[in-house]
Nanobody, 118 residues
Framework: QVELEESGGGLVQAGGSLRLTCAAF????????LEWYRQAPGKQRELVAG???????NYADAVKGRFSISRDSAQSMVYLQMNSLRPEDTAVYFCKAYHYNRRGPEYWGQGTQVTVSS
């Protein structure tokens, strides 16, 4: 059974940093692309960062230079390092995994709340 569990969210002042963790159970991260999404109240869910199985990354324009996605396949962990946080980063953050060849289902975590105060 595949489960993704996010943690590390919380309340932080503008300019501060947080590191989100996604613990992956029952999945080989070497065979899955990984993404972080976020959803703020009243807004659509948006892709924040992606990491493919070749190590390539992509980021939303709003977070480029501030956020960094990484993985530790041996520990089956996915991370999102968030620096220079802004109030507009406030959202529920979700991790997602998909098989590199797009076979089978995609998997989502339950989300973790990040709140950035001004």
């Amino acid at each position: 059974q595949v489960e993704l569990e996010e943690s590390g969210g919380g309340l932080v002042q503008a300019g501060g940093s947080l590191r989100l963790t996604c613990a992956a159970f029952g999945i080989d991260l070497n065979l899955h692309g990984l993404e972080w999404y976020r959803q703020a109240p009243g807004k659509q869910r948006e892709l924040v960062a992606g990491l493919n199985t070749l190590g390539g990354t992509n980021y939303a324009d709003a977070v480029k230079g501030r956020f960094s996605i990484s993985r530790d396949s041996a520990q089956s962990m996915v991370y999102l390092q968030m620096n220079s946080l802004r109030p507009e980063d406030t959202a529920v953050y979700f991790c997602k995994a998909y098989h590199y060849n797009r076979r089978g289902p995609e998997y989502w975590g339950q989300g973790t709340q990040v709140t950035v105060s001004s």
